[in-house]
């Protein structure tokens, strides 16, 4: 598989724009394992390969243990997330697959029990933003296996 364009070459200012989004998850005070857990369970959905690579390597730069990961695609049975994180999740899930269901109140209000009304919006862009880029490593087909957490803002697609 090729890469179909660099859009980070391409049209830079896109990319810009897109890493001051990313700059503005990092600075809502959500932790950062928590981010992350959200943005390898959506890229799963999305079916992003750049995007799980990254955040799966970026979870164990951080400590997160191998049986976590390999879990998160089945968390709801996995006894090794804590309520905030199971809350994080559905809502991740929930507002990720929107046309679907939408948001379901009892998501919200699972969610509401973990999240006050501030981290519920901080936690809502970083869903978006982790969906806006498992679309841009989808559509142009950024390449799973290069990315290493050592040089996580540097080349990173997501």
């Known amino acids: 598989m090729e890469m179909r364009i660099d859009p980070r070459k391409v049209a830079p200012e896109v990319f810009r724009a897109m890493f001051a989004l990313e700059s503005a998850v990092k600075a809502t005070?959500?932790?950062?394992?928590?981010?992350?857990?959200?943005?390898?369970?959506?890229?799963?959905?999305?079916?992003?390969?750049?995007?799980?690579?990254?955040?799966?390597?970026?979870?164990?730069?951080?400590?997160e243990s191998e049986e976590r990961l390999y879990l998160l695609d089945a968390w709801r049975e996995a006894?090794?997330?804590?309520?905030?994180?199971?809350?994080?999740?559905?809502?991740?899930?929930?507002?990720?697959?929107?046309?679907?269901?939408?948001?379901?109140?009892?998501?919200?209000?699972?969610?509401?029990?973990?999240?006050?009304?501030?981290?519920?919006?901080?936690?809502?862009?970083a869903v978006v933003a982790i969906n806006a880029w498992n679309r841009f490593s989808i559509a142009f087909r950024a390449i799973p296996g290069t990315y290493q957490p050592t040089r996580r803002h540097e080349t990173a697609m997501a």
Not at 37 to 42: F, I
Request: proline residues 2%; hydrophobic residues 40%.
């Open 29 to 63: 005070g959500l932790e950062g394992n928590l981010l992350d857990l959200v943005k390898l369970r959506v890229s799963q959905i999305n079916g992003c390969a750049y995007c799980i690579d990254m955040h799966s390597k970026d979870l164990r730069a951080e400590g």
């Open 79 to 125: 006894p090794f997330y804590s309520d905030r994180e199971r809350a994080a999740l559905a809502w991740a899930e929930a507002v990720t697959l929107i046309a679907n269901d939408h948001v379901p109140d009892d998501v919200y209000e699972q969610t509401r029990q973990q999240f006050t009304d501030d981290e519920l919006v901080k936690l809502t862009l």
